[in-house]
């Protein structure tokens, strides 16, 4: 078996940083990693900035550790300054670009920015209006809106609604709604009347008591709130209330957020919206 390495990993780019880091560490999933420091270095877009990052590089180079760096820069004197340092860099564009260009039949044009920058502004416009449209109906706050959105998530309490709705949000434009199911609601063992209206766009999130319990004993220690028996009972009485009105149901106790928010737009068949 292959022994574990400690890792010292940069994510470097010219704007965010968010497509290095992401390409980056899903790359590095496939590897047994032993003690790991990420560090994201966004916005390298002059010489100077890039003559601190390799000296910042260079500074745990004798530090027991593998260095490999990550990076989007745009600019080609810059990066074939940093590929041609003494350390591991891998360049995304400069691995991915040239076979694509050959399937383009064309020639890229690099721009920094066009990643993640506003780009079009009316698809920029049009995923905040998103964000603050979930932001607005956040905790079944304005149910009179529910005409206008793309999908509801309802559940107990810490199970995972508000961030999967801010993130279907932010990362696909989509208008995204949660509702929760408090004691009053599972003890009639029905659905609330603001939600009835809208069942073909709800979704039930579904969490095992011993993940919902752990999540709320952080939130609220020692409390009746994150008791095991308090989160056995409601969970019980949500799974009965999901099968009875026949909603559709997706466990998120092993899920991330990025995974629930996929998984959820594949089974109501929504599209990104930018």
Same mark, same amino acid.
């Not at 009875?244 to 998984?263: F, R, Y």
């Given at each position: 078996m292959n022994q574990p390495i400690n890792l010292e990993v940069f994510f /470097?780019?010219?704007?965010?940083? #968010?497509?290095? &880091?992401? +390409?980056?560490?899903? +790359? +590095?999933? @496939?590897? $047994? !990693?032993?003690?790991?420091?990420?560090?994201?270095?966004?916005? #390298?877009? =002059? &010489? !100077? !900035?890039?003559s601190a990052l390799i000296q910042q590089i260079q500074a745990v180079k004798n530090d027991n550790r593998q260095i490999i760096v990550f990076s989007t820069l745009s600019d080609k004197t810059h990066r074939e300054r940093l590929i041609n340092e003494d350390f591991f860099v891998l360049d995304l564009f400069s691995t991915c670009l040239p076979p694509l260009q050959i399937a383009m039949k064309q020639h890229s044009s690099p721009a920094i920015g066009q990643t993640h920058g506003m780009g079009n502004q009316n698809q920029y416009l049009a995923r905040m209006d998103a964000v603050n449209f979930t932001l607005n109906v956040d905790d079944g706050l304005r149910t009179r809106d529910y005409e206008y959105v793309d999908i509801i998530l309802a559940g107990v309490s810490r199970s995972g609604k508000t961030p999967t709705c801010l993130y279907l949000a932010m990362q696909f434009g989509i208008r995204a709604a949660n509702f929760p199911l408090v004691d009053e609601d599972l003890e009639k063992g029905r659905l609330p009347d603001a939600l009835k209206p809208w069942k073909a766009k709800l979704y039930g999130l579904a969490i095992d008591p011993i993940s919902l319990q752990k999540i709320r004993q952080s939130r609220m220690p020692d409390s009746r709130y994150a008791s095991i028996e308090q989160c056995r009972k409601e969970i019980k009485l949500v799974s009965s209330l999901y099968k @009875? %009105? $026949? #909603? =559709? /149901? /997706? &466990?998120?106790? $092993?899920?991330? /957020? %990025? %995974?629930?928010? =996929? =998984?959820l737009m594949q089974r109501a068949g929504l599209q990104r919206q930018f």
């Open positions: /470097v780019s010219d704007r965010t940083g #968010i497509t290095a &880091e992401a +390409l980056g560490r899903s +790359l +590095l999933t @496939q590897f $047994n !990693k032993g003690d790991c420091r990420y560090t994201v270095l966004p916005y #390298i877009d =002059t &010489e !100077k !900035k890039l @009875q %009105e $026949n #909603i =559709t /149901v /997706v &466990e998120s106790s $092993n899920m991330s /957020v %990025e %995974e629930l928010a =996929t =998984t």
